[in-house]
């Protein structure tokens, strides 16, 4: 579970800014208790166009893929990705630290680095079981110390590192079993884009194959009010004038076609009551997902197997721009799945970035769940809660003072070009 994440110089972040999965005072509804910590489900950052919020989420993204080495660096030549706040001399070539705490296992971790896109100037793990915390091992590049821990971290022994490539890689190649933890919890951590959902069809349409999924993503869809009452999965054999026409150089289309095993599109069928003259029910009627429903039926239903796995596996689910083409109550509803505990057993974590003032609800938030961006005149984004609000109430119309400007994190609309 993610208790706190910080980092600087990452897009339009500028200075370090802190994200907070720590529950607020008074929150009666929406908190999971872990250790001696009460940690929130679900987290919720607004913000005009163009704000930074969507880089708040995206930050942890970039850490994960940092750790779990997504750009393949073995060599000594090899580059890092870099992304520095390019709107101020001061950063744009400087390095950039990210840190996060999180559980695993009952243990709270605090792992962390600073970088560029050559080198990797500190990297950090403290590791805290018994409610005590206890560095492992701490590199620095300036001046020049490795710290490992001969008796808590005895896996980075005598291990040595390139000064582009981060330790805890090394240690995991080297069959580390913390580091190996700390590898595994990032890999729980996802991140979706909700303005293409289509991006997670496919993987939507596999997890149909199986019985358990199955059921949990008709439960999901149909009662959503689509008017869907059952959901089939399709497996359609390509037709060869379908393969001969795909936009793909003609030698990768005839090793299709010479294929013994037949080439097959997935699809998925949704179920419809038909009624006669007097509104009785007289039979069911197909449609096609791709071509018969709503953009919102299909985001739903792309969304339902990566939401139901978070659920299930008790993994962080990240997700830039929720509520596209969702209706508002669609939205809460997947939001709420994570806010009971009845449903989210396993301590599953939702991130998400809005525009949906209509989600701003006491009754579905806590003050501390609602986070939001805002940009200075110099391009660089800011994040605060609203618990830096003094006096917000709890009988307090969040919405309205929102839309209002109490809170910041809304467009200024100027006189347009004609306008009077």
Known sequence: MLVQFTFDNFRSIKDQVTFSMVSGLNNRHSVIKARNYSLLPSAVIYGANASGKSNVVRALDYMKAMVLNVRKVFQSTD?????????????????????????????????????????????????????????????????????????????????????????IWKCDQEGGQVA?????????????????????????????????????????????????????????????????????????????????????????????????????????????LAGDESEGTKKYFCLSAPFIDTLRNGKILLVDELDASLHPLLTMALIS??????????????????????????????????????KDRFGSTHLHSLVDYKNVRATDNLEKHYIQGKYGAIPYVGRFPGGK
């Open 180 to 288: 190996r933890s700390i590898l595994e919890w990032f890999k729980k951590v996802n991140l979706l884009n909700g303005m293409r959902p289509s991006d997670y069809l496919l993987y939507t349409l596999n997890q149909m194959k199986k019985p358990e999924f199955y059921e949990e993503i008709k439960r999901l869809v149909t009662s959503a009010d689509f008017g869907i009452d059952d959901l089939k999965h399709r497996e359609d054999r390509v037709p060869v004038n379908e393969i001969d026409n795909l936009p793909v150089p003609k030698e990768i289309r005839d090793t299709m076609l010479a294929n013994a095993s037949p080439l097959v599109k997935l699809g998925a069928r949704t179920i419809h009551v038909k009624y006669d003259e007097a509104g009785a029910p007289v039979g069911f009627e197909e449609f096609d």
């Open 337 to 374: 799945l994570f806010n009971n505990p009845d449903i989210n057993t396993r301590n599953a974590q939702l991130i998400f970035v809005s525009h949906d003032t209509n989600l701003l609800n006491q009754k579905l938030f806590h003050k501390s769940q609602i986070w939001f961006t805002e």
């Open 79 to 167: 580059t890092l990705n870099h992304e520095p706040f390019r709107l101020s001399t001061e950063t744009m070539n400087a390095s950039s630290s990210f840190e996060v705490i999180f559980l695993n296992n009952q243990v709270k971790y605090r792992y962390g680095f600073e970088a560029d896109s050559t080198t990797v100037y500190s990297e950090w793990l403290f590791a805290d079981e018994k409610g005590k915390e206890a560095r492992l091992f701490f590199r620095d590049s300036d001046t020049g110390e490795f710290y490992v821990n001969p008796e808590k971290f005895k896996e980075g022994k005598g291990l040595k590192v390139l000064s582009n490539s981060l330790f």
